[in-house]
């Protein structure tokens, strides 16, 4: 149910299951602050997973579907409206941690000098964020493999930043339109990359793939707290 691994493909439409082995939930969750810098966020004491993707790609409504509260991230029409680092607590058991939404990147109505702006604190906060754990990069299912997203990967990639890739708006695919597209998208992968990322496949409408994000967090957390 959702989870791909490297080199796997999508039979018969359905995802392949990943070992889920803790799927943490999230009792409580509140807006802590929006930082327009790294120095301006919180202390970097608890776990951090943060969410990333193309503008218009549907982070916000994901982000929502989480956390079980319709109006917890803003969902705007226009694209690039996060321009913020915004951070979120969550309460899970016993587990705090945050949880960061990341401002889009590829904004094409913004000027080159702010482009430059909103990707340097995207770069600075990615590469810098000691308690960083783990990125969720999101990608619309929908799209033929983009240039702008490779790129992206491939920089995080390059600056040793883990990051699970979730397909966003799948349902709006038919379960062959999907498998076509999950196979292009790891055919253009395989030529940069020896072992492909994990690939979770999502929907905000119906919270399709809710369970496989958690658990991917829920592990993480379990193997910090594992090594503390």
């Known amino acids: 149910m ?4 490297s080199g796997e493909s999508l039979p018969d439409g359905e995802a392949v299951t990943g070992i889920i082995i803790k799927i943490v939930k999230i ?5 802590v602050c929006s930082s327009p810098s790294l120095k301006f966020c919180p202390k970097e004491d608890l776990p951090e997973f ?40 969550v309460g899970s058991g016993v587990s705090s941690w945050f949880l960061v939404d990341l401002p889009g990147y590829g904004f094409a109505k913004l000027s080159k000098t702010q482009r430059e702006k909103f990707e340097g604190l995207i770069q600075s906060y990615l590469q810098n964020r000691e308690n960083l754990a783990l990125t969720f990069l999101l990608i619309d299912s929908r799209l033929e493999p983009q240039k702008i997203d490779l790129e992206f990967m491939n920089w995080l990639g ?17 379960k062959i339109q999907l498998s076509n597209n999950l196979a292009s998208y790891q055919k253009a992968l395989a030529a940069f990359w020896d072992e492909l990322p994990a690939i979770i496949l999502t929907s905000a409408e119906t919270g399709f793939g ?15 707290e594992s090594a503390e």
Request: aromatic share 6%.
């Open 158 to 174: 390059d600056n040793e930043v883990g990051f699970v890739i979730l397909f966003t708006k799948t349902d709006k695919l038919s």
């Open 50 to 89: 943060a969410f990333i993707g193309r503008s218009n790609v549907g982070k916000s409504s994901l982000i929502n579907m989480l956390a079980s509260k319709k109006a917890l991230a803003k969902v705007s029409g226009t694209p690039g409206k996060t321009r913020l680092l915004n951070h979120f607590k």
């Open 27 to 31: 009792d409580k969750i509140e807006f």
């Open 210 to 224: 809710r369970d496989e994000v958690l658990s991917t967090i829920g592990n993480a957390l379990r193997q910090i």
């Open 2 to 5: 959702g989870v791909l691994g």
